[in-house]
């Protein structure tokens, strides 16, 4: 007996031994997704496969520091397989609970003369793609250094068709996204969203962008490879980095339908669950704002006859917004420093000093007489060292006044006249302010950010971020607006990074300011973005006076922000989408429907709906005659009656939509 367990325990050894050195490879949880790992010349890669085919070839992984390369000599020293499993609540979201499964390898590798430095890959494979990073233990011949290239590489197994931004060449990440193969890319912003001739769509971005540039894309050879390129400091330099550390996760969501990616949760749960514990003082909501009037330049941001952050104007949107159960008022132009140059000279902008015809005191004692809150605005003109010096007296003034939301603004192309907004500067000085916004209980809507990566878990204070083309581009965009299919592309690209504040909900599209730009939906479409575009603060952007008397604005005040539930019924990218979500807090259902420049006849199942049960369908749609270019304006309004195995056609004009509310009788 004694010789058989001691044989036993032999063979166990040895074959676990030997499961950690022949162990180079990964499957998802479902078995459909699979990663590989290996060394080659003395360089290590990975590849990936979707069900046996090939998403990437093998693709080479490394860095070169400021003293010289790490990515030669190097070889696999362990590997080491763990899994995990969880579900876990979100505050507020898309949906209230998100699954977390993964399977997890850790490569260590090291260099095998030398130095003999060293890192570890972590790659976490979920069901709907994967996440790695590089990890760079304490060791005594790496401490402080400095990171000049990524040599991270995503060799895509097609030249696939791409929707995708040029990195570098669009402020803030204000762009329309272009339709390109991948041979044609220059460098680009991530996220970068694909569909193959196979069938599959795939989303390359990245998650948890913690002191780190953000990541770019950067095409090498005619392979369709893809190389990391990171947003450099002004000194060419990317990271300042120390061991022990961690570098942000690279992703790769990899879908069967154009659906499916909204869908993914990948980059949430690739970042760490929340740090503030008590969550009750963060509230979404959907609000108004003195915003629209400035860009129509019937008022203006800085202090003057045609001041639009005035006691008396301030209280009159207050008015309308406890009326029609709006939860904030959003007041732009409050502060001193508007009347100077403030995208040059934002230095000069004071957070606690209000303009003489703005009462903060009385608006917000105003304000909350009739349950709404004042939404606070900090422009800072791109002045990142003016604001941090102010940082804390700015959110102290705040919260005395109950001000728990503030809109930040950074225009100006580089912070301080120096730094790119992407940058390691640009990353340290966003998470500064969102950390010290949370020890205020002040939620934050980041307008001219760095790609959202999913942080929102960690501080969800981070409400929502611009970084995408809004609404605003219809107000005075020389191009004419933001065209057709705008909106069918960005929640497949931008919105895989994270909520967008877009800001829908514009009624009047005369302009008499720039007559040629203007919105170019129908106004059935303007609803329905209120469902496609997820926002947990979300800004019905029009002024009010274009909302009295119009049957249609009662979408905009019935729809909620924070959802129970969401799916996507149908949607092919550039063309069409079809969004389906569940209040959080009541049995009913909310769908939007929207197409680029061709009119278009779209089936809804209902399959969504719970079975046996029957509902009221209340349907905005696109009245006779619509067509977005000449003849925006009519909504038809329907009620029906429905149950979950009833279909209802919807036929969309040009540019336009449907949305739907359904409540549970």
Same mark, same amino acid.
């Given at each position: 007996m004694k010789l058989f367990l001691k044989l036993f325990l032999i063979v166990f050894i040895f074959l676990t031994a030997c499961g950690k050195k022949e162990s180079p490879a990964l499957t998802s949880p479902d078995g459909s997704i699979?990663?590989? @790992?290996?060394?080659?010349?003395? /360089?290590?890669?990975?590849?990936?496969?979707?069900?046996?085919?090939?998403?990437?070839? /093998?693709?080479?992984?490394?860095?070169?520091?400021?003293?010289?390369?790490?990515?030669? %000599?190097?070889?696999?020293?362990?590997?080491?397989?763990?899994?995990?499993?969880?579900?876990?609540?979100?505050?507020?979201?898309?949906?209230?609970?998100?699954?977390?499964?993964? %399977?997890?390898?850790?490569?260590?590798?090291?260099?095998?003369?030398?130095?003999?430095?060293?890192?570890?890959v972590v790659f976490r494979v979920f069901?709907?793609? #994967?996440?790695?990073?590089?990890?760079?233990?304490?060791?005594?011949?790496?401490?402080?250094?400095?990171?000049?290239?990524? #040599?991270?590489?995503?060799?895509?197994?097609?030249?696939? /068709?791409?929707?995708?931004?040029?990195?570098?060449?669009?402020?803030?990440?204000? +762009? *329309?996204?272009?339709?390109?193969?991948?041979?044609?890319?220059?460098?680009?912003?991530?996220? #970068?969203?694909?569909?193959?001739?196979?069938?599959?769509?795939?989303?390359?971005?990245?998650?948890?962008?913690?002191?780190?540039?953000?990541? =770019?894309? #950067?095409?090498?050879?005619?392979?369709? @490879?893809l190389k990391t390129d990171l947003t450099p400091w002004s000194s060419g330099e990317k990271v300042m980095m120390k061991a022990p550390?961690?570098?942000? &996760?690279?992703?790769?969501?990899?879908?069967?339908?154009?659906?499916?990616?909204?869908?993914?949760?990948?980059?949430?749960?690739? =970042?760490?669950?929340?740090?503030?514990?008590?969550? $009750?003082?963060? /509230?979404?909501?959907?609000?108004?704002?003195i915003w629209w009037g400035m860009h129509m330049e019937k008022y203006t941001w800085h202090q003057g006859p045609k001041h639009?952050?005035?006691?008396?104007?301030?209280?009159?949107?207050?008015?309308?917004?406890?009326?029609?159960?709006?939860?904030?008022?959003?007041?732009?132009? &409050? %502060?001193?420093?508007?009347?100077?140059?403030?995208?040059?000279?934002?230095?000069?902008?004071?957070?606690?000093?209000?303009?003489?015809?703005?009462?903060?005191?009385?608006?917000?004692?105003?304000?909350?007489?009739k349950n709404v809150k004042l939404v606070g605005h900090h422009e800072t003109g791109g002045s990142t060292l003016n604001y941090e010096k102010q940082l804390d007296s700015a959110f102290a003034f705040y919260q005395r006044f109950g001000v728990n939301a503030v809109k930040t603004g950074y225009v100006s192309p580089l912070l301080d006249g120096k730094e790119r907004h992407s940058s390691q500067y640009g990353v340290r000085h966003y998470r500064k302010v969102i950390e010290t916004a949370a020890k205020y209980h002040i939620m934050i809507d980041n307008h001219e950010p760095v790609m959202p990566t999913g942080l929102q878990r960690t501080w969800p204070n981070l409400m929502t971020q611009e970084g995408v083309r809004g609404q605003e581009y219809d107000a005075w965009s020389a191009d004419g607006g933001n065209p057709p299919d705008h909106t069918t592309i960005i929640p497949f690209t931008r919105g895989l990074a994270g909520p967008m504040d877009f800001t829908p909900g514009t009624f009047s599209f005369s302009n008499p300011v720039f007559p040629n730009t203007r919105v170019q939906t129908t106004l059935a479409k303007q609803l329905a973005l209120s469902v496609i575009i997820y926002s947990p603060l979300q800004m019905a952007s029009d002024m009010i006076e274009n909302y009295e008397n119009n049957p249609a604005f009662e979408f905009i005040t019935s729809c909620p922000v924070n959802w129970g539930k969401t799916i996507v019924p149908d949607a092919k990218i550039?063309?069409?989408?079809?969004?389906?979500?569940?209040?959080?807090?009541?049995?009913?259902?909310?769908? +939007? $429907?929207?197409?680029?420049?061709? $009119?278009?006849?779209?089936?809804?199942? *209902?399959?969504?709906?719970? $079975?046996?049960?029957?509902?009221?369908?209340?349907?905005?749609?696109?009245?006779?005659?619509?067509?977005?270019k000449t003849n925006p304006y009519p909504v038809e309004i329907e009620e029906i009656e429905v149950t979950s195995d009833k279909t209802i056609d919807l036929q969309l004009a040009t540019s336009g939509g449907a949305a739907i509310i359904f409540t549970r009788l």
């Open positions: 699979s990663v590989m @790992v290996g060394a080659e010349s003395g /360089k290590i890669y990975y590849k990936v496969a979707k069900n046996g085919k090939a998403v990437l070839n /093998k693709s080479f992984l490394g860095f070169v520091l400021k003293d010289n390369d790490f990515d030669k %000599n190097i070889t696999i020293k362990d590997i080491r397989h763990t899994s995990f499993s969880e579900s876990w609540n979100q505050p507020w979201g898309e949906e209230a609970s998100v699954k977390n499964d993964y %399977n997890q390898m850790t490569v260590d590798v090291e260099e095998a003369g030398g130095m003999k430095r060293k890192f570890s069901d709907d793609g #994967l996440g790695f990073r590089y990890e760079f233990p304490e060791q005594e011949n790496l401490k402080d250094f400095v990171i000049m290239d990524e #040599l991270t590489e995503f060799a895509l197994a097609g030249n696939h /068709k791409s929707w995708s931004i040029p990195a570098y060449h669009t402020n803030y990440y204000e +762009g *329309l996204y272009r339709n390109m193969t991948l041979s044609e890319l220059d460098t680009v912003s991530t996220p #970068l969203t694909m569909e193959t001739k196979d069938g599959l769509y795939l989303s390359i971005h990245e998650a948890n962008l913690t002191d780190y540039a953000a990541m =770019n894309l #950067l095409p090498v050879g005619k392979a369709s @490879v550390g961690v570098t942000p &996760w690279r992703t790769l969501i990899i879908a069967d339908k154009p659906g499916d990616l909204l869908l993914s949760r990948l980059m949430l749960n690739l =970042n760490e669950p929340s740090k503030i514990e008590d969550t $009750s003082w963060i /509230k979404p909501g959907r609000y108004i704002g639009g952050a005035t006691t008396a104007n301030a209280k009159k949107y207050i008015d309308f917004a406890s009326q029609h159960g709006f939860s904030g008022v959003l007041v732009e132009g &409050w %502060n001193d420093g508007w009347q100077n140059d403030w995208t040059k000279e934002g230095d000069k902008f004071s957070f606690t000093k209000a303009y003489s015809d703005f009462d903060i005191k009385e608006i917000t004692k105003y304000a909350a007489m550039g063309e069409y989408v079809t969004i389906a979500r569940k209040d959080r807090n009541s049995e009913n259902w909310y769908v +939007g $429907s929207i197409t680029n420049a061709d $009119s278009r006849k779209l089936s809804l199942p *209902l399959t969504f709906l719970d $079975s046996g049960a029957k509902y009221k369908a209340k349907i905005f749609k696109d009245g006779k005659g619509a067509e977005y």
